[in-house]
């Protein structure tokens, strides 16, 4: 499902299209990624039984519910990636 539109973003970038273009194909972020992360991810996201999607501000609040700190969502693909930190209960 990933490949096809990945694999075009490629041909496109290697044919001279303009980056910025490029960038705007679908999938174009897996162009250079292995079939098998493609695959992964496509699992990840159709593969699923139950699925739930959550606004940014959900995810933070949901993190720092949780006692993350210093929350940090990607603002570029992918989007889905955040990282938070968890102090112990030592720590100044």
Sequence with gaps: M????????RLAEWLGLDGRRVEQMPLSFYRE???YLMRNDALDRFGTRVEHRFARDQVRALMEGAGLRDVEIADGPPYW????RRYSAEAP
């Design 81 to 84: 990636c955040a990282v938070g």
């Design 33 to 35: 990624r292995p079939f």
């Design 2 to 9: 990933y490949w096809p539109p990945a694999r075009a973003a």
